[in-house]
């Protein structure tokens, strides 16, 4: 079962910070990050295991409550290089998922 | 030499043709994973192996045949395509077959017509 990722599809400014959300129908093992610019490959940003923690690098980061199934990403005063799609990749079971991916746009 | 290389880059085949698909990751992990991406729907998972033993095949249509010869190639065979299966397909690789940090090829852009 496919994560539902919200919202599909963000425009920001320079500088704006933005929230995307991940939610699951199952229990949860880990939650995966992953960002793929147009016309590249997927590149990894990080990886949440069971246990409610907050991961981050930069101005990038993530939590995740296994209780609700839910992640979420935080990305703090955007650049343009952040656009991108974002896609959340759920681990439940044995069973890898990639969620429907939201589209984030970065305007000067 | 980038970490994972995938040939052809583009691709372009009839429905009755057979051509294959060809993944290569210089990275040194030992799990391989292929992916299929179309327009609007999320990545879809298709095989994964980990030391050259296939471990997950997620309800993929023969006409789709994958196989690892060694932990560093990965090939998808392909003979009767449908022009449904027009998609970018994505080879991975990660440090063990748990989803962990996955790194991704660049894809090859299959047509089918």
């Known amino acids: 079962q496919q994560p539902v990722q919200s919202p599909q599809a963000v425009i920001l400014r320079e500088g704006e910070d933005a929230v995307i959300n991940c939610s699951s129908s199952?229990?949860?093992?880990?939650v995966h990050w992953y960002r793929q610019k147009h016309g590249e490959a997927p590149v990894f940003l990080m990886i949440?295991?069971?246990?409610?923690e907050q991961k981050g690098h930069d101005k990038i980061s993530a939590s995740f409550n296994e209780k609700k199934q839910q992640s979420s990403l935080y990305l703090t005063a955007s650049q343009l290089s952040y656009s991108g799609t974002y896609f959340c990749g759920t681990l439940s079971g044995n069973q890898f998922y990639f969620g429907t991916g939201t589209s984030l746009t970065v305007i000067p | 030499e980038t970490g994972v290389t995938q040939t052809p880059r583009h691709l372009v085949m009839g429905m009755t043709n057979k051509k294959s698909l060809k993944c290569e990751q210089h990275?040194?992990?030992?799990?391989m994973y292929w992916y299929k991406q179309s327009a609007k729907k999320p990545l879809e998972l298709m095989f994964v192996y980990s030391l050259e033993e296939r471990v997950e095949n997620n309800s993929v249509p023969s006409r789709f045949s994958p196989e690892c010869p060694n932990s560093s190639h990965l090939f998808l065979h392909l003979h009767t395509l449908q022009p449904e299966d027009s998609a970018l397909y994505l080879c991975?690789?990660?440090?063990?077959?748990?989803?962990?940090?996955?790194?991704f090829g660049p894809g090859t852009r299959l047509t089918v017509l």
């Open positions: 990275l040194g992990h030992n799990a």
């Open positions: 949440l295991l069971k246990g409610g």
């Open positions: 991975a690789s990660s440090q063990e077959a748990s989803y962990n940090e996955q790194f």
């Open positions: 199952k229990a949860l093992y880990s």
